[in-house]
Structure formats: structure tokens, C-alpha cells
């Protein structure tokens, strides 16, 4: 179904056209313009190691405020009414304790390591970092593997061009016109990115940090007015009930307590462990600017969460009382898709903001689309040149061949995400997507950095067990789940990870319980099938694993001698 066909006409209108293209046609000049800077792999990697404290905050929040965080907030706000609130609470205050402790962060700036890998070196030696290296990368670039489809989702909704055909069970196909949109974004990325580094980032970042901030708090005071303080409060609890405010209310209607403790494990990760957040701390210029950058941040932190999740509720109230959306993305007696749930927010953003309004709150989101892209493709490819190639060469490589190199991967890594975007069906959340994905990497790294840096007996063994046990956390996808049904399908029988659904929901591709039932003889209203293993029980599975494989390999077969880096 397309929407102008069902009486949805967005706002958005060729002055608003004008402001996006005017706007990021600066942003890629600026980022451009800024090369000349540009002199030596650390310029380009970590800045210089100069940034102070506004602009390291500015530049933080900025990458990690950027439009696939809205997106996949938003889904959870619509998904998971006000008890998703919970996840900016843990980001916050875990971002906080780890500004006033200096967590893990301030050990990696005091050591000035470019990269995690590069201390997984220093501490357990080269073949450590390399396969560390590798596994972040892959995860990372796999994490990103849906910013693409995204953010075309977000102009889908927003524009109301190129969405034909639009039902809650489909998995939506890019037409034509946004497969050319995101491709000519993500030139834009990449030519800005491969030639300005992290100067480039940091600029634009504090740009989009300004801009996206204004934006987001206007819409936010205007969603308000529009539908109403208490009729949001009222749809959310006549529609969700209690588990549409308490995040420990179980499921399958609610988070449950599992997932909560899993959102306290993700803030630890998306400050102090994931790459692209210690790479601020890394170009932060002293380790008091670092606690400071993370104090700071933490408000921040709370903020980027708070008002997506806001939209995505105010969407979930608008969509309520909008006859003909509500069947598309509250289907009765079903659940939409996620690409379909993903869209609910720029719909409903598209309905609400007045002209030229709209067309600054786009411009904000797809600068900062390209803002978390240049971040992620810098962080990566360094990866890739620091930790995975360069370790080879007994000597190393040169600045200028590492420059090269680096660049090179921007391009290889913005041609995969492109192609995966399309490709893989996402099957999930956006947000529980990112976070088993990242988990590929980080449940075996949080084992490695905190043993690492904070106890003496850890050993090359331990940590080579703790990545390979950190690698299970794949099985955390959906698509991967129903690839090893073979294998997972008894264990999901044993513990009870079944479900009902009804009849009509049943297709060929349906993994019923009872196999030997053809389908068109079942008679019965329901049907038991399989059910997804929730992430939260797959990540927090893995941290176990990976910190009890750290623990006994390194007692068992500890290092000849201990890294004084410890």
C-alpha cells in the first residue's frame, strides 16, 4: 500500500529539498577543505591526540547521536513504550561511574594506544592483537551493516517517495530512487572521510552536534502540542498496560529483568569498549580531559536515548489514532516487521513538522547519518591497517603507506555495507541487531581489557579463549538462528523457547514444533513454533562463557613472565 494512496501526504516540500541538498553540500566541502591539515597517520587516526574538553564532548555525542541511533531508538520507543527509557538510564549511569573511576579508559590514554588491539599487544603479544583485530572489525563493520537500510528508511517515511506496496508483514524493498540517495550519501562519506581522517570528524561532528540538538528539542516540544502530554501517557497505558512503563515487567510483553541487567553490560560497552568511542578518549588531549569528556558525556548519553524514544512513542500514539496507518503498523493479532516498525517515526515526523522545520530536522539527520559513517569507516579501516595488517611487517609500514592503506579500506567497507544493507533481512529490532553484532567482538574484549589491565595472572591462553568464546555471540542473530536450526532447534525445545501463534500467521518457511504435520493438515487455531533466543540471553550467555575462559586458561597455562603493562 503507498501511503499518498491511503490519505498520507507528508509535509516535506521542495523548500525543504532546497535546505537538505544546500546543507550537506557545505558539510562535504568543509570536510574536504579540512585535508590540508591532514600530515601524519596520527593526525588522521586519532587527531593529533589534541582534542579538549568541549569539542571531545561535542565530538562524542555527535558520532554516537547520529540518525541510525535515532532510528533504532525510535523502534524501541514504539515497540517498548516509556520502560524503554531504561536503556538511556543505563547508558547514563554507567557512563558517569566510568567518567569518575576512569574505567578502563584512562589506562588505554595513559599507554597513548591508537586502537584496543594495539594494547591487546603490548599485554598478550602479537598474534592476540591480530586475531583481535580481525574480530573487532568484523564485528564493527557487521554493526554497521544496517546503518545504510536505515537511514533509507528514514527518508522513505519522511519524503513518502519510493514506498509502493507497503503491508505489515513485508520486508521492505528499496526502490530505484533511494538506492541512488543512500549511494550518493555514502560517496559523500567516503570522499570527506578517506581525505580529512578524524580532523574531518571532529569538525563535522560538533557541527552536527549543534544542529541535530536544536532540531531533535524542537520537534520534541511540537510532538507534545500536537498530541498531548496525557493522551500520550493514556495510549501508551490502554495499549501496553504495565509492561509500557516497567522495564522489568516480563516478556514476551515486556523487557524483563534479563535484558535490563543486558542494557547495563551494552552502556559499559558503548563507552569504554567499543572502538569508536575509545578512539575520543584515545585523541583526548590529557587523562583529565578524558574523565571530564566521559562526566560530561553521560548527560549526553541520556539525552541521545531519551528523545528518539520519545518520537518512537509519539509515533506509536499517532499511529493508534490514524485509522489507516494503524492497520499497516498495528496489525490486530500480529506484530509488523521491523523494516515496517522502523518507519513509524519519519511517518509520523512527516506529518507533524511544518515546512522548512522539516527540512532542517532531515538535513540534522543525514548530516548525522554521514557523521556516524565517517566515524564508524575511519575506526574500522584503522583497525584493519593497525591491528590486522601492519603487525605482518616486521618493521612496519611507513606513514604514508598506512595513510593509503587506511583509505583504501574506507572505500572496500563502504561498498560492503552498501551491498549488506540490501541483502540481509534484518529480522529483529534494529537495536538488538547492533547489539549481538557488536557483542561478536565485545564479549570477549571486556574479558581481555578488564583482566588485562587490572589483573596481573592473565595470559596469552586466556585471552585467545576468551575471542573464540566471544564469537558465539553470532548465534544471536535471528537469520543465523534459523540457519543452525538444525542444531538449536532441540536446545530451544529443552529450555522452553517455543511459542504460539495463530494458523493464518503459518507460511512454508515456518518452523513448526511438529515437523511431521504437513501444513495444510493442520486443523487446530494455533500452532507451536519455535521461538527466537532473545539477545540479552545470548549476550550475557557469552560475557560468562568468554570471562570463564579468560579466568581458566590463564590459570592453567599462565605467561612465562607478566607484562609490566599490567
Known amino acids: 500500500m503507498d501511503l499518498s494512496a491511503i490519505g498520507i501526504q507528508t509535509n516535506f516540500g521542495p523548500l525543504d529539498w532546497c535546505i537538505v541538498v544546500g546543507y550537506l553540500l557545505v558539510i562535504v566541502a568543509v570536510g574536504v577543505y579540512i585535508k590540508r591539515y591532514i600530515s ?5 587516526i586519532v587527531a593529533g591526540r589534541g582534542l579538549r574538553t568541549f569539542l571531545a564532548i561535542a565530538t ?8 541510525v541511533t535515532v532510528m533504532y531508538s525510535a523502534q524501541k520507543g514504539f515497540t517498548g513504550g516509556f520502560a524503554a527509557f531504561h536503556i538511556a538510564l543505563a547508558a547514563a549511569i554507567v557512563t558517569l561511574v566510568v567518567g569518575l573511576t576512569g574505567f578502563i579508559v584512562v589506562p588505554l590514554r595513559r599507554m597513548k594506544v591508537m586502537t584496543i588491539p594495539e594494547f591487546y599487544e603490548r599485554r598478550f603479544g602479537r598474534g592476540v592483537r591480530i586475531l583481535g ?3 573487532l572489525a568484523f564485528s564493527g563493520i557487521l554493526n554497521m551493516g544496517m546503518f545504510l537500510k ?6 522513505m517515511g519522511i519524503t513518502n517517495i519510493g514506498v509502493t506496496n ?14 541512488v540517495i543512500m549511494t550518493i550519501l555514502l560517496g559523500c562519506v567516503l570522499l570527506y572521510t578517506a ?6 570528524v571532529v569538525v563535522l561532528d560538533y557541527i552536527q552536534f549543534v544542529v541535530l540538538s536544536f532540531s531533535l528539542l524542537a520537534a520534541s516540544l511540537l510532538s507534545i502540542r500536537h498530541l498531548g502530554w496525557q493522551n500520550i501517557i493514556g495510549t501508551v497505558s490502554d495499549l501496553k498496560g504495565a509492561a509500557g512503563f516497567n522495564p522489568f515487567h516480563p516478556p514476551p510483553e515486556g523487557f524483563g529483568t534479563l535484558y535490563v541487567v543486558w542494557m547495563f553490560f551494552l552502556g559499559l560497552v558503548s563507552c569504554a569498549i567499543w572502538q569508536t568511542a575509545v578512539i575520543r578518549a584515545c585523541a583526548a588531549e590529557s587523562i583529565r580531559v578524558v574523565k571530564k569528556l566521559y562526566i560530561w558525556s553521560s548527560i549526553g548519553f541520556l539525552i541521545r536515548f531519551l528523545l528518539p524514544y520519545f518520537f518512537g512513542i509519539s509515533a506509536l500514539v499517532f499511529i493508534v489514532q490514524s485509522e489507516p496507518l494503524r492497520g499497516i503498523f498495528l496489525p490486530e493479532g500480529a506484530l509488523a516487521s521491523p523494516d515496517i516498525t522502523l518507519m513509524a517515526m519519519p511517518v509520523f515526523l512527516g506529518q507533524i513538522l511544518p515546512a522548512g522545520l522539516i527540512g532542517i530536522v532531515c538535513a540534522g539527520m543525514l548530516a548525522a547519518f554521514m557523521s556516524t559513517h565517517d566515524s564508524y569507516l575511519l575506526c574500522w579501516s584503522s583497525v584493519l591497517t593497525q591491528d590486522v595488517v601492519s603487525p605482518w611487517f616486521k618493521n612496519g609500514l611507513s606513514s604514508k603507506t598506512r595513510l593509503l592503506l587506511t583509505r583504501i579500506f574506507i572505500l572496500a567497507i563502504g561498498i560492503f555495507i552498501l551491498v549488506w544493507g540490501l541483502w540481509y533481512p534484518l529480522g529483529q529490532d534494529l537495536w538488538d541487531y547492533m547489539a549481538i553484532s557488536g557483542a561478536i567482538y565485545f564479549t570477549g574484549a571486556i574479558a581481555l581489557l578488564v583482566c588485562g589491565l587490572y589483573w596481573k595472572r592473565a595470559s596469552k591462553v586466556g585471552a585467545y579463549s576468551a575471542l573464540v568464546c566471544g564469537f558465539l555471540a553470532v548465534v544471536g542473530l535471528t ?3 534459523n540457519w543452525l536450526g538444525f542444531i538449536l532447534n532441540p536446545v530451544k525445545l529443552y529450555f522452553g523457547f517455543t511459542k504460539e501463534i495463530p494458523i493464518e500467521k503459518i507460511t512454508e518457511k515456518t518452523v513448526l514444533v511438529v515437523k511431521d504435520v504437513p501444513i495444510e493438515q493442520i486443523t487446530a487455531k494455533t500452532v507451536l513454533v519455535y521461538d527466537t533466543i532473545g539477545s540479552e540471553i545470548v549476550g550475557l550467555t557469552v560475557i560468562a562463557l568468554a570471562t570463564f575462559a579468560m579466568i581458566v586458561g590463564s590459570l592453567a597455562f599462565p605467561d612465562d613472565r607478566t607484562s609490566s603493562e599490567a
Not at 581525505?195 to 574531518?200: A, D, I, K, P
Request: proline share 4%.
Open 195 to 200: 581525505l580529512g581522517g578524524m580532523v574531518s
Open 133 to 135: 583485530g580481525i574480530l
Open 150 to 155: 536505515a537511514g533509507a528508511i528514514f527518508v
Open 40 to 44: 601524519s597517520v596520527t593526525d588522521f
Open 479 to 481: 537469520p543465523v538462528q
Open 60 to 67: 562524542m555525542i555527535g558520532t554516537e547521536l547520529g540518525l
Open 166 to 179: 507497503l503491508t505489515p508483514d513485508m520486508e521492505l524493498a528499496l526502490g530505484t530512487e533511494l538506492k
